[in-house]
């Protein structure tokens, strides 16, 4: 009888042989990589309209010189585990990649930028990766994922890292390519919706900036290329109620809940709409489902918390923002949700160490800056 080894290498010799059968005498052709470019062309020229498909991008293609200088720079090694690492000296160490809260670039912005967001990274990552012939996919990390909360709506993002098997283990890439990881999900996504996240992206960030007309553009092709996005479907009915559309959308966000019943970001900004039209008994039935929700996301309790210091609670405001600030005190907008709350109460001095605090994580941030600005004026009138 046979042992596990010498079977393992008659099939090994026997498989061999059928490949040099079926090649002949001639030399066997290099393995040709799946061109993921032109089939996610194709995807776009079968749902966009066709003023959209002419500028819209592929988030991972390279420029033929990204590409040459890609081949002039990384002579790829055997080994899988080594690849991947002449990956990431590629990235961090000859190019010097730095990280960039926004805007999200594509590869080659990347490249010839030096910098960009943890997207903007993969994006970089999986062009390189595939260029040396291995087989990388975008993963959205849902332990990472973001809201932003601007003007009483809430504006949807996802966390995508890079993943590749490596040597037969599933590994992931990030911009902290040497921190270890404590990832509660992890979705592999296809390069479709991988596109959908890129174009979403970049409609949150115009959403922020307040360039709603951009973001229409954006978020409508992120929708068509991934029509259950439901990320994108709360930026799109974020982006139509800030054009006064607040019907379309309301008839988006039903849509949204069609694919995710519990998606708090729609459902908060639902309650939002409803009362912008003065339909209270609906938003007090939404603002019921929320409350039988588990939240972690702190932009949930900013959002609350905004709701009761409108309506003159201010011990439930309170409580709200220190909700939030107890999930994530290493972002801007809890501080500047205390400093509100905290201004409403007279607590001069706790307003202004948490717009300090606001101030000190962002900088830029305009909504903290106008609140130093009133804390400086009341100081003023007081003589302090």
Known sequence: MLTLSQRQRIFVMAALAVVMMSAGCSQIEPFEP???????????????????????????????????????????????????????????????????LSPTFNANDTYYGRRGNCLSFVNLFVGVARELRLNPFYVEVTDHNRWNYRNGMVVSQGHIVAGMRV????????????????????????????????????????LIAGDTDSALTFVKVATKIAPEFDKAL??????????????????????????????????SNMVRAYQQTGRNESATEVLSRLG????????????????????????????????????DSEIPEVHVGLVKVYLALGEIDTARHHVGRALKLDA?????????ALLRERAAELGE
Do not use: W
């Open 34 to 100: 799946f061109d993921s470019s032109d089939f996610l062309r194709d995807i776009y020229e079968k749902r966009l309209d066709e003023d959209q498909v002419e500028g819209v991008e592929i988030p991972f293609e390279l420029s033929e010189e990204i590409r040459a200088m890609v081949e002039e720079s990384i002579r790829p090694a055997q080994d899988e585990e080594r690849r991947t690492e002449q990956i990431q000296e590629f990235i961090f160490d000859q190019i010097g990649l730095q990280y960039s």
């Open 167 to 206: 040597d037969g283990k599933l590994q992931t890439f990030d911009f902290l390519p040497y921190r270890p990881k404590a990832y509660k999900e992890f979705n592999p996504i296809d390069d479709v919706t991988a596109a959908a996240h890129f174009y979403n992206n970049l409609a949150a960030e115009a």
């Open 292 to 327: 039988g929700l588990r939240h972690t996301n702190p932009f949930f309790f900013i959002y609350q918390g905004e709701l009761a210091l409108a309506s003159g609670d201010l011990d439930r405001a309170l409580e709200s923002m220190k909700k939030a600030f107890r999930r």
């Open 364 to 372: 830029t941030h305009l909504e903290a800056l106008k609140l130093a």
């Open 234 to 267: 709360n930026n799109l009915g974020v982006t139509l109620a800030r054009l006064g559309r607040i019907e379309e959308a309301l008839d988006v966000y039903r849509e949204g809940l069609e694919i995710d019943p519990q998606n708090v970001a729609i459902l």
